[in-house]
Each structure stands twice: as C-alpha cells, then as structure tokens.
C-alpha cells in the first residue's frame, strides 16, 4: 500500500495533460460502476483525474482511456471535493508505468 503524504511526496513531474477516461472501483464485486470523466495531470506512475464521487485513500480503481485499451490499476492516495458533485482523486501506479499515447508524446518517454 502506498502511505505518502498526498501531494507532498511527489518525486515525478506531473504534465497538465487532459484524457478522456473510464474510471471504475476494482474492487467491486459483480457489476461494476464506473464514470467517463477526464484526467487533470499525468505522470509515468501516477494521474489526477475528474470524479463525481468521493473515493477513500487505499481504494483501487481501474482507468482506461477512451481511445486506447491499455487499462491501468492504481491505489488512491488522495481525494480532494472540489463543490457539491466533484472531486479529484490521486490514483499511484507503484509497479506499472502509464504507456498512454498522450504521456509519451507529451514527455518524450
């Protein structure tokens, strides 16, 4: 489980980088919810994106972006409510990193 202090422990450049996304609980069982929504930043092991709903640090949620089949699976380490209907949620890639079009044409990788 990653235990970092949020936004403090960042130690990779986060690129302002929006992508359309699916974003769903991995750890429900049967039918899973989940949201189109959009990412606010990225980074090779970690994004910040868009939900309707509040998620707690530790939870897993799957991403996958709208144009591409490369799913990723993350820990939430931070949500932050934006107003009434929005949050952003920190998700951390600790063993995978994102190999999404738009990271590698943004950051050269």
């Known amino acids: 489980m990653y235990l970092g202090n949020g936004l403090n422990d960042r130690k990779e450049r986060r690129l302002p980088i929006v992508v359309a996304v699916r974003l769903e609980a991995s750890d429900r069982e049967g039918d899973k919810e989940h949201e189109q929504t959009y990412t606010d930043n990225l980074s090779a092991h970690g994004v910040r994106v868009m939900s309707a709903r509040r998620w707690h640090a530790g939870e897993e949620a799957e991403i996958t972006p709208v144009q591409e089949e490369s799913r990723m699976r993350g820990e939430v380490v931070y949500c932050q409510k934006l107003d009434?209907?929005?949050?952003?949620?920190?998700?951390?890639?600790?063993?995978?990193?994102?190999?999404?079009?738009?990271l590698q044409r943004y950051d050269g990788i």
């Open 84 to 102: 009434d209907a929005h949050f952003f949620v920190g998700l951390h890639f600790p063993y995978n990193r994102i190999s999404w079009s738009a």
